[in-house]
């Protein structure tokens, strides 16, 4: 019995530990905001009580808070970037320049407490910065109560009034909202551009406006028969007087919060799968008419392989809605452009509501590691919109495609750049998106598909609500496939270096064809070659890098046939197979085109064209 009892403790002490060590701990938020919004002035007034619960081992002596709305003024750190920047976005360019006294946005803080003690606090552009009079210890809460009052900006980039589409008011980034504190410190990014991390936790949130607005919003709705709009139950009658209509919204275990206001909306809803409600708001008009009301099932069917495919979507509720500059992802939400084809439509519904999974739910840090949100994204959304168009297409080869144009031009930077220090906007969308992309697919390729795609889920799984990095996703790359991945990693995030193979030569000797390879690009891969015969059979030839530590398993769909791994110093590598090269059709290096080659000309011969050479 004691032993027994031993080997219990033993046991349960084993598992606490495993929790802790694959466990990062994460810093929880919790916000009470009431606001009083004018759609006059286009002002606010708000309150705002944090529950900031300190997990770290760390004391503070300061926090930082965003304040997103500042950059929409001239002189701004994002004003300056666009005006200097050599490719600078359309939306922006020197528009926040020349934005007027009461076109400009802002967030000002008129007081703050913390534990009821009023604190002094400097705005530094987009960044609060609060020294606080006594620290935050490990393992408590502070309370901070603040008060605040905001513009909202001439609709420049993602938030903003009146967008181009005539939606009245696009609020993100709208709030004071604390920066986050993980492992590696402080993240007061200033917002220059792009890209958000942040920290989870419970929003409620009330905002009174006027009651000709519907809203559509991060969260749930806390008030459905009082607000109607379509919120209502079924067989409801929704009572309105001419006072401002308050809005009550709650959001658990979210990062952020974003929420639009129009007269005009239309709002259809439809049941998920999982019991995801999805809700859809529009502007009715004749273009917005014909494409919206088919959204509603084209999505529920994508969730259920999105869901099965790349994780579970843990919310309850998610939101389309009509607003912002384009497609941007927020919890539980996007707002995006309405009046694009049937296919814009979709594509952009998808990539935003799959951010969820990258940036809302494993929610890596998007300054240092863009490329984790925009090009798992990309790549996840590729394969889904595959499977919606039940389409035999390769989804990838756009991502490649790009890849290929941003080495070619010479303008290629590393993924581990800043996401805001790219040299240009054009280095920055094809390294986050495409090539971020790509990184999954070369996985395939070197993990093989069925395992990648089991590593991937796991991925989802392992890490959600615990802002992995890059090194985090290569060792759930490396458990699931039980390959050494170092090598990959580090050439192909941290530099530009490019992959090339060729086949150098192929020879008949003693009734065997060997055939040579070369490495001419920097970096090294395992080499899969594919030989077809006259006959029409084919064989596939696979030599694994010796760094990897192991092969990858066979896909099965071909003869398979494992040669000696190849050490990376060695410049070339020759094999010999049966047969001379007359029985040859053709000898190809990764047909799958999987492998980012950067010169595929020289990957594969074609002997039906060129006489073998004999010795
Ligand atoms: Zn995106």
């Not at 009083?36 to 997990?55: A, E, I, K, P, W």
């Not at 020197?94 to 913390?114: C, F, M, Q, V, W």
């Not at 001379?580 to 085109?593: F, G, M, Q, V, W």
Request: charged residues 20%; negative net charge.
């Amino acid at each position: 019995m004691k032993q027994k009892a031993i080997l219990v403790i033993y046991l349960i002490s084993v598992a606490f530990l495993s929790i802790a060590q694959s466990d990062r701990w994460q810093q929880k938020v919790d916000y009470i905001m009431n606001i009083d919004f004018d759609v006059t002035t286009h002002q606010f007034n708000g309150t705002q009580v944090l529950s900031y619960t300190n997990n770290s081992p760390d004391t503070l002596n300061n926090v930082f808070y965003h304040l997103y709305f500042n950059a929409f003024q001239p002189g701004s750190m994002m004003d300056l970037r666009s005006r200097n920047i050599k490719d600078p976005d359309s939306r922006v360019k020197d528009r926040i320049s020349l934005l007027a006294k009461n076109e400009i946005g802002y967030l000002r803080p008129t007081e703050l407490k913390h534990n009821g003690t009023s604190l002094s606090f400097q705005i530094a552009g987009t960044i609060l910065e609060v020294d606080l009079v006594s620290p935050i210890l490990p393992g408590s809460t502070a309370n901070f109560e603040m008060k605040f009052n905001g513009q909202v900006p001439k609709q420049i980039r993602r938030s903003g009034r009146d967008n181009k589409e005539g939606v009245s008011y696009s609020m993100s980034q709208w709030y004071p909202k604390l920066c986050e504190y993980d492992y590696e410190g402080w993240h007061s990014n200033p917002y220059i551009a792009r890209e958000f991390y942040g920290v989870w936790g419970d929003f409620d949130v009330k905002i009174s406006i006027d009651p000709s607005f519907v809203v559509a919003s991060t969260g749930y709705c806390q008030n459905p028969n009082e607000v109607g709009y379509g919120y209502e139950d079924e067989g409801v009658t929704v009572k309105r007087t001419k006072k401002k209509l308050t809005w009550h919204f709650v959001a658990p275990n979210v990062h952020d919060f974003v929420w639009a206001a129009d007269p005009d909306y239309t709002h259809l809803k439809k049941q998920g799968p999982n019991g995801t409600m999805l809700h859809f708001f529009y502007q009715p008009d004749s273009i917005t008419n014909t494409t919206w009301p088919k959204l509603p099932d084209i999505t529920a069917k994508a969730l259920e392989f999105m869901n099965r495919q790349y994780g579970v979507y843990p919310y309850k509720q998610f939101s389309v809605i009509q607003g912002g500059d384009g497609g941007m992802e927020y919890p539980m939400a996007t707002l995006i452009n309405g009046r694009g084809s049937m296919r814009g439509l979709v594509g952009v519904t998808i990539h935003e509501f799959f951010h969820n999974w990258y940036q809302g739910v494993l929610g890596s840090n998007e300054s240092l590691y863009p490329w984790m949100d925009e090009g798992f994204t990309s790549y996840a959304s590729a394969y889904t919109r595959q499977f919606l168009n039940n389409s035999t297409n390769d989804p990838l080869a756009g991502s490649y495609g790009g890849y290929y144009f941003i080495v070619e031009s010479g303008k290629e930077e590393p993924l581990s750049s800043h996401s805001d220090h790219y040299n240009t906007n054009r280095a920055y969308s094809i390294a986050a998106y495409s090539k971020g992309a790509v990184t999954l697919g070369q996985l395939e390729y070197i993990m093989g598909k069925n395992v990648f795609d089991a590593a991937f889920l796991r991925y989802f799984n392992t890490w959600k609500f615990k802002h992995p990095n890059t090194t985090d996703f290569k060792r759930v790359m490396e458990k699931e496939s039980g390959l050494e991945l170092d090598w990959y990693f580090l050439d192909w995030i941290g530099t530009t270096r490019t992959i090339d193979y060729s086949i150098q030569s192929v020879i008949n000797k003693e009734n065997k064809t060997f055939i040579t390879l070369e490495r001419i690009g920097q970096m090294p891969m395992p080499v899969e070659v594919v030989v077809t015969y006259k006959d029409g059979k084919n064989e596939k030839y696979y030599i694994p890098l010796r760094v990897m530590r192991g092969t990858k398993p066979d896909d099965g769909e071909m003869p398979r046939k494992v040669f000696e791994d190849w050490p990376w110093t060695y410049p070339t590598y020759t094999f010999s197979i049966p047969g001379l090269a007359d029985t040859i059709k053709t000898i190809e290096i990764d047909p799958s085109k999987r492998m980012a080659d950067v010169d595929r000309s020289n990957n594969v011969i074609d002997i039906g064209e060129k006489e073998p050479t004999f010795e």
